[in-house]
């Protein structure tokens, strides 16, 4: 495996407004090299505090932040090499497309060739070679917000910081920009750090994310170490849906539910009688039926008998809402919408569920 180097490194960094309100909570974290970098979080978690402490627009309370090693905290906006790239694009309505992502570069007088050359390039790489020539007020939504990134992009800053960059666009051209931000960072080999709200934007474009809640890391780690082993259960509601059953530690291998001993696999440092969580995906319930394979049923140690409540199609998957004994809430369990061929999931109808032990993760907060 390739070294790891780390280009930004924030050393328990806080920000706070006045005597109580603690914005940025003592936070730590380590970006690397031609990361794609997820700040992710609810309203008011710190996200945009902490990306305006990188970019040089506030100052911090306490802590430090390294930039290749050195402390950048008494750095100006203007000294630091990161560029933030802000919602509204700011983009000149009076300067061409070319103009607009020139601008940066004339400003640092630059000699005239390698201005045209670096323009040039990123209008290839951003794929607006045709629209060069355009103002911003003949381009679409999805064409301004790449310009915005070209101009950003020109620069080749150390760390593009990026605050909720996709939020002015419709659902669609989201989907699509999400993919194209993500080519964009991987061949200008430039590390971005983004700040979403949207958990799905996160996932598919992040090689590593951030969770946030009231000014505090609750995790970070890849989409799928989030997503498959949350760490409490706001990570574990936060990012995708998830179906948490409420119970108490019984041995190494089982969690009492409502008086029902749920196998689970065996975690270190858990003690008996302790109140906890499992958590398990919508993916990871198996409809059992007389149809099921012996060897699939066999492998379930949990087995519960519910009764569907609700029938979501969400085209390739639907989502049943199976209401049981183990929740007040209904477990959602999600099936292939093929498999509606072979099988009846009626609104009513009984249903019996099972889940393997290894699929059940067990949270303590
Ligand atoms: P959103 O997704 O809504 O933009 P966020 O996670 O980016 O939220 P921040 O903007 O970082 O949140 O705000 C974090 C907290 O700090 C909030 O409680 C906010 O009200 C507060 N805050 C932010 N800026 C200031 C300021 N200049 N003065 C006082 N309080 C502030």
Redesign the pocket.
Known sequence: MSEVKNVLVLDKVS?S??EN?L??DNVSLSIRENEFFALL????????????MLAGF?TPSGGCIYLDGTDISPLPANKRPLNLMFQSYALFPNMTVRKNIAYGLEMEKLPAAEIRQRVDEVLATAQLGELAERKPDQLSGGQRQRVALARALVKRPRVLLL??PLGALDKKLREKMQLELKRLQHESGITFII?T?DQEEALVMSDRMAV?DG?KVCQCGSPAELYENPNSRFVANFIGVSNILEGVRESDNSVMVRNRALTVESAVGEIRGQAVALVIRPERLQVLSSATPLAEEQACANRVDGQIVEVAYHGLDTNLHVQTALSDKPLIVRVPSSQFEYAQFEQGASIRLGWQARHARVLTR
Do not use: F, I
């Open positions: 920000k407004y006045g309100l914005a940025v979080g609810p309203s008011g978690c710190g996200k945009t505090t902490l990306l305006r506030e605050d909720e700040v709200h946030l000014g």
